[in-house]
């Protein structure tokens, strides 16, 4: 198995630079800091480079921290799928020894040599129950690259978004589509089109901004029904921070929300397929839809990057629930390991 990116940068004698700002910046420095590991300076895209700093460090273009410091470890310290940035990325990493190191977008510990170690037993387990070639091989290169941070893993097991619509999530006329974390509709929209008709679909949606706009973008379809909730394993009140975009989530000591249970959401109406992308909360929301699971056997896309964990903890929910699903794993073009999802079928 690959070694752990963190202690091979506590040996590394080039300069070490991070490339990106904000959020997924500050987390990787937090690591860099617990493991005792400098960094020299913070580059950005052109079109992002201010005057001022960022961690003390003074934002630069790449072209000035290549004048100032040659040949340099890079660690791309944000996420995209668009494929102008990716193509930056993939240029930078032909010239620098470049890294996207895997810090969760959950809170949660890091994907480290002592985590992989102490539940090889468990991975092995999911591996085995994969149940295609290239599920196998995604799952592997996913442990491969979250320990190693290297991109070639993503790059190696990257499938097209209509590819598993066309190996096994076979959907028909019939369904009724259960879509949680139904952002602005956009995801709706993307299963209408992929089908010649249906029976009903159910849209949940916390944030408050991101409803409104899911409900008007969904207006002129038939047989939707949009409820402005969260979805756990428990109904009640909950903190939840609402960002106004994908990134909404629960969250202590924010405003509260009201939450509902699959079971409890959907009630006695049969679901035939359940998208679930419901920032970190996938495996309590797979525990409140236990009677729904159990009783009709959706279908089942389970987003599989927000949590450490979830490479094990997700096949596991659903597998203590029900052992006779095949399951399948995919991963699409985005660096660093998001648009990663868990098949149910």
């Keep these: 198995m690959e070694r752990e990116l963190w202690k091979y940068l506590k040996t590394a004698d080039k300069p070490i630079l991070l490339y990106g700002m904000g959020n997924g910046a500050d987390k990787i420095i937090n690591v860099l800091e617990f493991y005792g590991i400098e960094f020299q300076g913070v580059f950005a895209s ?6 001022k700093l960022f ?11 290549k ?10 310290c944000f996420g995209s799928a668009r494929e102008d940035v990716r193509e930056n990325v993939l240029k930078i ?31 092995n ?17 996913l442990i491969k690259y979250k320990l190693s941070g290297k991109i070639e893993y993503l790059l190696e097991c990257e499938v097209g978004e209509d590819e598993p619509y066309n190996s ?8 009724s589509f259960l879509d949680l974390g139904a952002y602005t509709g956009d995801t709706v929209a993307d299963f209408v089109k992929r089908v010649d008709g249906y029976k009903k679909i159910f849209a949940a949606e916390p ?36 960002n106004g975009g994908r990134n909404s989530k629960k969250e202590k000591g924010t405003k509260e929300i009201e939450f509902k249970t699959v079971d409890d959401l959907v009630a006695q109406n049969e679901i035939t397929y359940i998208k679930m992308d419901v920032e970190g909360e996938e495996e309590n929301a797979i525990k409140g839809a236990k009677n729904t699971i159990l009783r009709d056997k959706p279908k089942m896309l389970v987003s599989a990057y927000h949590k450490t964990e979830d490479l094990i903890l997700l096949p596991e929910t659903v597998m203590n629930i029900r ?14 390991a998001w648009d990663t999802n868990f098949y149910f079928v």
């Design 46 to 51: 052109d079109g992002f480079v201010r005057d």
């Design 55 to 65: 961690h003390g460090k003074k934002i630069m273009s790449y072209g000035e921290a």
């Design 67 to 76: 004048e100032i410091y040659g040949e340099m470890i890079v660690l791309l």
């Design 93 to 123: 990493a032909s010239e620098q020894e470049l890294y996207a190191p895997e810090v969760p977008v959950v809170a949660g510990g890091l994907f480290c040599e002592e985590y992989y170690n102490s539940n090889k037993d468990r991975f």
């Design 125 to 141: 387990k999911v591996y085995e129950r994969l149940s295609d070639e290239q599920s196998r091989k995604t799952y592997e290169n």
């Design 168 to 175: 096994f999530l076979k959907l028909n006329n019939t369904e």
């Design 207 to 242: 944030d408050f901004k991101n409803f409104n706009r899911l409900v008007a973008n969904t207006e002129n379809l038939k047989d939707i029904f949009c409820f402005n909730v969260g979805i756990s394993n428990f109904c009640g009140l909950a903190p939840f921070s609402m």
């Design 323 to 336: 052992d006779d699903y095949k399951i399948y794993i995919r991963h699409f073009k985005s660096l660093p």
